[in-house]
């Protein structure tokens, strides 16, 4: 079964400076997709990024970028300029690629304060 | 981006009685939609998995007498809670899976809160 680890549960950063979160998975697949999603207080679950596992390049969406190493199965979230706004919940996410709808497997999730 | 709308977003209801949570994608089909519970500061739990025309899959662990899932088209399922007690109190989750050209990702409705006195 696949798992997915985030090793963090709470990270401060300041505002307009860069933090990183961490997540690892585990899966015998070679095929997959790799997520972040957000959910601030209202609890709306919001996409961040996304990475397909057979593009080296690492996903990239304005302020945020993700490091993913395949062969280690890690797949982390960089948020650069930090903002009040991105305080929030953060979940990684892993999703097999099977060709119809499969579901998520998300990790624990990671606090986020975001302090002036 | 693909919007999924739920409804309602709050509920409180008697122990005893049935509630009915509806989560629609406003401007996508969707062939499947999944259900999630969520407790406070904790992970998404996945219910069950809700397939248009057909019977809905659920997670071990999840009675699927006690939450009924009817997906009766592309834009619609429902999560019916049946006699509901206090301990079924939690926030609800919809996704749907958007398989269109800037997608083949999940799409979460805005969660409904129950509870249940």
């Known amino acids: 079964a696949q798992t997915v680890t985030q090793s963090q549960p709470e990270m401060s950063v300041q505002e307009a400076e860069t933090v990183t979160l961490s997540c690892t998975y585990d899966?015998?697949?070679?095929?997959?997709?790799l997520f972040w999603y957000k959910q601030p207080p209202s609890r709306q679950m919001i996409l961040v990024i996304r990475q397909e596992a057979y593009k080296q390049q690492n996903a990239t969406e304005n302020r945020f970028s993700v490091n993913f190493q395949k062969a280690a199965k890690s797949f982390s979230l960089k948020i650069s300029d930090s903002q009040l706004g991105d305080a929030a919940m953060y979940f990684c996410a892993y999703r097999r690629e099977t060709g119809t709808a499969s579901k998520l497997t998300f990790g624990t999730g990671t606090r986020l304060q975001v302090t002036l | 981006g693909a919007v999924v709308s739920q409804h309602p977003s709050w509920v409180i209801c008697k122990s005893g009685t049935s509630v009915k949570i509806e989560c629609r994608s406003l401007?996508?089909?969707?062939?499947?939609m999944f259900w999630y519970r969520q407790f406070p500061k904790q992970s998404l739990m996945l219910m069950a998995t809700?397939?248009?025309?057909?019977?809905?899959?659920?997670e071990q662990g999840v009675e699927k007498d006690k939450f009924l899932i009817n997906h009766a088209s592309l834009t619609l399922s429902t999560l019916t809670v049946t006699s509901a007690h206090p301990e079924d109190s939690s926030f609800y989750i919809c996704?749907?899976?958007?398989?269109?050209?800037?997608?083949?990702?999940?799409?979460f409705g805005p969660g409904t809160r129950l509870l249940v006195l």
């Open positions: 996704s749907a899976f958007s398989r269109g050209p800037s997608s083949k990702t999940q799409y």
């Open positions: 809700s397939n248009e025309g057909s019977k809905a899959t659920y």
């Open positions: 401007d996508f089909q969707a062939t499947t």
């Open positions: 899966t015998s697949e070679s095929d997959y997709y």
